[in-house]
């Protein structure tokens, strides 16, 4: 009852003001738990990256000590949150050229470069698709809050390709059932280390959060989300092969935990254990995309051709 009425007080000292000192307490139920979770379960009014920015900052204290995210804690703990001056909770525009696939009156279709995150987020606020997308067209989906105007899916930094873009409210919705009723299409051309056994493949391993590396995700555990990655090899080369990749599920780093997985990282992609490679990037594009028209209802394939640095790297393999 203690604690119910602190957080209470709490969320009132967040209206009055928002620098004021928030206290909490944790109890036994919450030993074990990681710092920066238990403040994202109590704290549903700030953002994740936010929180653990706070903590990195000092801004967290537990018992009068400042600790890490990854602190665990004990229960009975008396912890004081500083929050510091709010950012702009809204898209930037930003002048920074974008490469139109397909428009219509709901849909854009970006094709997006390798080291372009897609909306801000852990300490990135500028450079990012979406900045790059208010700048361009102005006014979009507002389905996905005002830090993520018309996101209905993403890409990893490093990963290029194809990524949609909801202009209107509805258009996002519409989209956001294709993609969780996995009636979206989505091709990816990904070149891994080593030669491929069989010519085609599914690999249906669950993926969770890799609790040692939290950066990582993992296909060795079995309480992870199902997820299933089909391939197809177009060519072998003496130590490497070039895919065909087919996903039905949208898992973070979905293909690369699971080519990793079965012995064939993406090249270049150090994080799942591939050698140094001779290029900035990993070798891994989404390269077309199909779905159902909003406006119109017709199935619509967008392609986004092999950028020039990865066609370039597969061409010295001939």
Known sequence: MVRGFQQMWSLFEYNWCSTSV???ETAS????QRLDQFLHNQLPQYSRSRLQAWINQGRVQVNGTPAKRSYL?????????????LAPLHA???????????????????????????????????????????HRFGKLSSAGG?????????????????????????????LAAQFSNRNVEKIYLALVHGRMKMDTGQITKPIARDPIRRVRMTA????????????????????????EVKIGTG???????????????????????????????????AHRITFMSPTSGERITVTAPLP???????DALH
């Open 22 to 24: 928030i206290h909490l």
């Open 29 to 32: 139920t919450d030993r074990g």
């Open 73 to 85: 804690l004990k229960g009975e703990e008396q912890i004081q949150v500083s929050p510091a001056d």
């Open 92 to 134: 930037v525009p930003e002048d920074v050229p974008l490469e139109v696939l397909y428009q219509d009156d709901d849909v854009i279709a970006i094709a997006k470069p390798a080291g372009m995150v897609v909306h801000a987020g852990a300490g990135r606020h500028s450079g990012t698709l979406v900045n790059a997308l208010v």
């Open 146 to 174: 005002d830090l993520r105007p018309g996101i209905v899916h993403r890409l990893d930094r490093l990963t290029s390709g194809v990524i949609l873009v909801a202009k209107t409210d509805v258009a996002h919705r519409h």
């Open 220 to 243: 060795k555990s079995s309480a992870g989300r199902q997820a299933m990655t089909e391939y197809k090899v177009l060519r072998q080369f003496e130590s490497y092969s070039y895919l």
């Open 251 to 285: 898992r973070t780093h979905q293909i690369r935990v699971h080519l990793a997985s079965i012995g064939h990282p993406v090249a270049g992609d150090k994080l799942y254990g591939a050698p140094a490679a001779e290029m900035p990037r990993f070798f891994l594009h």
């Open 308 to 314: 020039c640095e990865l066609q370039e790297f597969l």
